[in-house]
């Protein structure tokens, strides 16, 4: 498959954080999968005390500029600004892209959730969005709810901007594993978003480097 990424999302492993309150394990986890192939981390975290959200989020950065790793803050594009962190991933519920867009500068990456919704895709292609999320690709423990987004559906997605001359990077999410991330990628993800999958896995390290790998075998 000859893919064509953006210059500004890296492809492959894109890692996203569990709700872990213990800092040591998440910041040993992370560094583990950074060094074993994960290219860009999302920072995902549901509470109502912003100040410690801040002050973890800056020290995840610190790892993520250490190892060279893109660091996304969820739903919370001004403490990303903040920080300092390289960009926000929104679902269609939070800010909209083209307000924070008038707020930040054209580094500030911007990722958007389109589900299995073809016109909310196009919309963000117009939006010049970073990368797109599409899912959930296979049932997902962490959000049992969310809209599903079959093989096919990401395989048209694929088909639909392959040519484009600059386009946002493809993000598979949802349910990914070891098991299944292969058909993931041959179906067009130029990225695939894991978190029970790669942080909750025996071996982070294997895990990661399994995933890594199937980008380079494209």
Known sequence: MNKIRNSFFPGGLYGITPEW?????????????AKSGMTALQFRKKTNNKHKFIEQAREILAICQDLNITLIIN??????????????HVGETDTSVSYIQSQTNSNFLIGASCYNSLELLTSMIKRKVSYVGIGSIFLSSTKPNASKASLNHLKQVYKLIKNYQSRPSIVAIGGINCNNARQVVE??????????GLFKTPNIEVSARFYANLFKKI
């Open 21 to 33: 309150n213990d800092m040591h394990l998440l910041i040993s986890s992370i560094q583990k999968a």
């Open 75 to 88: 739903d919370d594009w001004e403490i990303a600004l903040e920080i300092g962190a390289d960009g926000v």
């Open 187 to 196: 179906s067009g993800a130029d990225n695939i978003a894991v978190m029970a």
